[in-house]
């Protein structure tokens, strides 16, 4: 009997990769099996030449598709017979996939592809041997090129023929884990989670840096950064989170620093920390949520002197987006509810309400004088906390230091 049995995979920009573009392959089948495995462990997987296809072997495709949807590298997807390289089958399968489709249908087209060379019929011979069967084996039923009802897709491939009508888009960029390590400076707020979401779009892995001031900001503004991280574990495996205990530090600027210049030294402090994290975990850039001009110290006198404290390069993923746009994307990958619970972050305490908008080097330096930099620093690294999330919950210490 003939069934839906196999899911063909698409990848769009990897299409694109040089010699190095079978590690970039692998690397996506390794994600999309640590995705799948656990709920679905009759799946197979075979990565063939553009293609990665899922034998299904019996699991039920609708929540697979909707595991896939969220995997980035995956370009788009479908749901496909596979037979043997044999015409006859080949026809009985494309008859049967339009008589699957939904909805009512009253024109069709057939768009080959013959990927394995050896078989002797070309693309366009196959694409009359197919339609001629399915116009001569339905009514009221006609060929429609530009504009059809249903497509029915054929791809010709060594391991079989897999037939399609339906294609569901995924997330594309590149799978998670080809472009290296990026430590993300994860507040409460909104922007830095859709910050993370765009990093790991373009294949890094990701860990996460958060400044916590007890007890200015409570165990639930903590909460708050770990049930965001744990979102985020949605689109990239699990994620490091490291927790800097910053209430020292901040009240020491606040006693030393005039408040307005106190959110300049503050964020200059903060990125020495994480300079400080990133070269203990090996991550090649800090990223941060940051859009220019939204606040006083995302301007971009504001930035060119609180960057200056670190050679560590400084990602700003959100740079020229607005906060709508920023919003809507929060609200689609599910982070907008967590971010807008009212528990205050670190950036929020001792907020002044006459922040510098265009800070110097110069002034920032003069203040920083009185502030006992390297001590409050070092402390600060070495009283972190490390934890890891994984599927949307924090995992034990026992069970990280297993995956450590």
């Not at 489709?101 to 009359?128: D, M, Q």
């Amino acid at each position: 009997m003939l069934t839906f049995d196999h899911i063909l995979i698409r990848y769009g920009e990897l299409a694109l990769k040089g010699k190095n573009r079978h590690m970039f392959e692998k690397q996506l089948v390794q994600n999309i099996r640590s995705v799948l495995k656990p709920s679905f462990p009759r799946l197979t997987y075979h990565r063939t030449f553009g293609r990665i296809l899922l034998g299904l072997n019996g699991e039920d495709p609708l929540p697979i598709k909707d595991k896939l949807r969220k995997i980035f590298g995956i370009h788009s997807f479908s749901l496909a017979i596979r037979v043997t390289n044999e015409l006859d089958k080949m026809k009985q399968a494309a008859l049967h996939a339009l008589q699957a489709s939904e909805g009512e249908v009253r024109t069709f087209k057939i768009n080959a592809r013959r990927a394995y060379k050896p078989f002797p019929i070309s693309s366009s011979e196959l694409n009359h041997h197919l339609g001629g069967f399915v116009l001569a084996n339905t009514e009221q039923i006609s060929v429609d090129v530009h504009s059809p009802d249903v497509e029915i897709k054929v791809e010709v491939r060594e391991s079989g023929t897999y037939i399609m009508t339906g294609e569901f888009k995924g997330l594309g960029g590149l799978p998670v884990g080809t472009s290296g390590k990026v430590l993300l400076m994860l507040s409460g707020g909104i922007d830095s989670p859709v910050a993370g979401y765009y990093l790991l779009k373009r294949g890094v892995t990701l860990e996460a840096i958060h400044f916590h001031s007890p007890p200015f900001t409570n165990e639930k503004a903590k909460q708050k950064v770990v049930d965001l991280a744990a979102k985020l574990t949605n689109f990239g495996g699990q994620v490091k989170l490291h927790i800097v205990p910053f209430t020292e530090l901040q009240k020491h600027i606040h006693e030393k620093v005039p408040s307005n210049m106190e959110m300049t030294i503050m964020r200059r402090m903060m990125l020495r920390i994480s300079e400080g994290i990133a070269k203990k975990t090996d991550a090649l850039a800090i990223a941060t949520g940051e859009s220019l001009g939204q606040v006083a110290s995302q301007t971009l006198h504001s930035m060119n002197t609180i960057n200056e404290v670190t050679t560590t390069p400084v990602l700003r993923p959100l740079l020229t987006m607005d906060k709508e746009e920023v919003i809507t994307v929060a609200k689609e990958i599910d982070t907008f509810n967590i971010s807008i619970l009212p528990y205050e972050d670190c950036c929020t305490i001792f907020l002044p309400p006459d922040s510098k908008t265009k800070p110097t080097r110069q002034q920032a330096k003069k203040f920083e004088q009185f502030v006992e930099t390297e001590a409050y620093v070092q402390a600060a690294i070495e009283g972190t906390e490390t934890m890891v999330i994984k599927s949307e919950a924090a995992v034990s210490k026992t069970e990280m230091d297993e995956l450590l």
